[in-house]
């Protein structure tokens, strides 16, 4: 049976996606260097968008640091995200207007949990 995503009415997935670690390299913050596959995983995510699904940049920068890396993302990857650091409209019409601290996501690519690797085990409903 075919996974389909919780929280959009049209049963699509929400990804939250991390930056640093994930996309860029980590500890090097607030420098923006590409992880070397990151074409790869930029791919992924915008396949997964062409399918209807949504992305949201979940990181902790912000202001100068987050714009310089949505901008170096943007400028040499024309990679283009549904939400940053910020629940989709369609989110936060079911929390009253309101939106709420944590990001409301089917799944959350990180690092710490297990990355862009367990996407295609998820997808299966593994």
Do not use: H, Q
């Not at 990804?15 to 913050?29: F, P, R």
């Not at 990151?38 to 396949?47: A, G, S, Y």
């Amino acid at each position: 049976m075919k996974r389909k995503g919780k929280y959009l009415s049209n049963g699509r997935f929400i990804w939250a996606v991390d930056l640093d670690g994930t996309l860029l390299v980590d500890g090097i913050w607030p420098e923006v260097v590409p992880l070397p596959d990151i074409v790869k995983r930029l791919r992924k995510l915008e396949d997964r968008r062409l399918e209807g699904d949504k992305v949201i940049v979940w990181t902790c920068r912000n202001g100068e640091p987050l714009d310089r890396a949505l901008r170096f993302l943007e400028d040499n990857y024309n990679v283009v995200f549904d939400a940053v650091n910020e629940n989709l409209p369609e989110i936060i019409a079911r929390f009253r207007g309101k939106d709420t601290r944590k990001i409301t996501a089917d799944f959350y690519i990180d690092e710490a949990s297990g990355g862009f690797g367990a996407i295609d085990t998820f997808l299966k409903g593994d």
